[in-house]
């Protein structure tokens, strides 16, 4: 098992809709966890944080953190053709491995269309 | 802040020469993150640096590969000699914790080993 992965994309979805993105995670001690968002050719850019369980708003996205299930995802409302880039899941685990590094998934890759 | 700066932004070499990647972090960031990202493997940590020191270099693919941080506000990636397979997009990222506000990418550098 991969100590971070991301559902397998690509995923696809029309202007206007609901982008969900997942990811789970193997250290249940994991106290931090971050998505980025890269664009094609461009350097990963953070744009959510969440540390407790429950839900995070900041606009359009919500970040959602379920410890118990090891398991974060992040949701885009209304999505934009320009919300298109590959979205990173990473995660600050705190075992078997050195303090201050984030581990991150493969990332998915999110398209929306006209 | 003008963020975190890499230099060069692109690289041709040929095989067998040596190429040196330079990185400088924000201002009193005490981490230094040096990434290779793939379209194949993703998002790798090469190596990673807390106060000048390096803490984990498990990812440093050979001896090919070395770094350095003189001092907290530079770091170089060396690697020599090239080869074709080392062409990647190397990313540093510097952080004042990780855990807390996770990273700062720069550009990244385009590397091309011909």
């Known amino acids: 098992q991969k100590e971070v992965e991301q559902n397998s994309g690509p995923l696809s979805v029309p202007e206007g809709a609901i982008a969900s993105l997942n990811c789970t995670y193997s250290?249940?001690?994991?106290?931090?966890f971050f998505w980025y968002r890269q664009y094609s050719g461009k350097s990963p850019e953070l744009i959510m944080s969440?540390?407790?369980?429950g839900d995070k708003e900041d606009g359009r996205f919500t970040a959602q953190l379920n410890k118990a299930s090891q398991y974060v995802s992040l949701l885009i409302r209304d999505s934009q053709p320009s919300d298109s880039a590959t979205y990173l899941c990473a995660v600050g685990l705190v075992s078997g491995t050195s303090y201050g590094k984030l581990t991150f998934g493969q990332g998915t890759i999110l398209t929306v269309h006209p | 802040d003008a963020g975190v700066i890499q230099s060069p932004r692109h690289e041709v070499t040929e095989m067998g020469q040596e190429v040196t990647l330079r990185c400088k972090p924000i201002s009193g960031h005490d981490y230094l993150f040096w990434y290779r990202q793939t379209m194949m493997r993703g998002l790798e940590l090469l190596i990673y640096?807390?106060?000048?020191?390096?803490?984990?270099d498990s990812g440093m693919p050979e001896d090919r590969f070395s770094a350095k941080m003189p001092n907290a506000s530079f770091s170089t990636l060396k690697i020599q000699p090239s080869e074709p397979r080392d062409s990647a997009v190397y990313f540093c990222?510097?952080?004042?914790?990780?855990?807390?506000?996770?990273?700062?990418f720069g550009s990244g550098t385009r590397l091309t080993v011909v």
């Open positions: 969440i540390y407790s369980n």
């Open positions: 640096f807390n106060n000048n020191v390096p803490i984990d």
């Open positions: 990222a510097s952080s004042l914790d990780s855990f807390r506000y996770g990273y700062t």
């Open positions: 250290d249940r001690g994991s106290q931090s």
